[in-house]
């Protein structure tokens, strides 16, 4: 046999085993990618499972805790409910004062004002116990109110205010012979007139002086804007004067 015919079978001989090898590696490559993609399928289908389970963890948990925080409400419900008759008469009798706290004091002076008499005008006009108080000593002053005739019986001085108010107190500046005022009258919005004071006529030594009237709760259920005053001078030495009237109440 010849050396080229040996060389030959030789190489042919090579041919199988390479080509088996070729097509193993075409074969192995394609698959080993599809092993590899099975393989990732797996595992994110077990971290679905995993994130799923742990969804299902939370809802559940959730659900527990909405249960008991439901069990909670109608436990405190059933604690504070019903309220014993003594606390709510308490919230009752407590309802009046907490509506009044939400109102303001108001302190006013008198804006208009006309007598039963006056004895003379602009001086001891009625207008003259209007505004703030400017007689500053006791004695006979132009710049107060004063009835015609220094003995008049039932003269009247009626005071109107700018803003109706529920009444907490009437203060009276007296500037000359004081102790004379018999009645005060409140007017409220129905024209309706309570008395809130009165008294015997009898002078006071202390002169000037401030009478102050205190209204009683529940004297009148309606806001007033107006104060009637009346005097009896009967028996005073000389004319009771009135220099200036303040209404104190909440509105």
Do not use: H, K
Not at 45 to 64: D, H, K, M, R, S
């Amino acid at each position: 046999m010849s050396e080229t015919s040996t060389n030959r079978r030789s190489v042919v001989g090579l041919v199988g085993p390479v080509l088996a090898l070729a097509a193993l590696a075409c074969v192995c490559g394609p698959l080993g990618r599809v092993q590899s993609t099975a393989t990732r399928t797996r595992n994110t289908a077990g971290t679905a499972q995993a994130i799923g389970t742990n969804v299902g963890g939370a809802f559940a948990t959730g659900e527990a805790a909405a249960t008991a925080v439901g069990d909670l409400q109608q436990s405190v419900a059933t604690e504070v409910a019903p309220l014993p008759p003594t606390i709510i008469a308490g919230l009752e009798e407590l309802n009046p004062t907490l509506a009044a706290s939400d109102l303001e004091e108001a302190r006013q002076w008198g804006i208009t004002a006309m007598a039963s008499s006056q004895r003379d005008t602009p001086a001891y006009a009625a207008a003259q116990a209007t505004g703030v108080p400017n007689t500053s000593f006791c004695g006979d002053a132009t710049t107060a109110w004063a009835s015609a005739t220094p003995n008049g019986q039932g003269e009247e001085l009626t005071i109107t205010f700018a803003a109706p108010v529920t009444p907490l107190q009437i203060n009276i500046y007296e500037s000359f012979n004081p102790g004379f005022v018999t009645q005060v009258r409140l007017v409220d919005v129905y024209g309706d007139t309570p008395v809130v004071y009165q008294a015997a006529p009898q002078l006071v030594l202390e002169c000037p002086r401030v009478l102050t009237i205190d209204v009683p709760p529940g004297a009148t259920p309606q806001q007033v804007s107006t104060v009637i005053i009346t005097l009896d001078q009967s028996t005073a030495p000389s004319w009771a004067q009135i220099d200036a009237v303040e209404l104190v109440g909440l509105r």
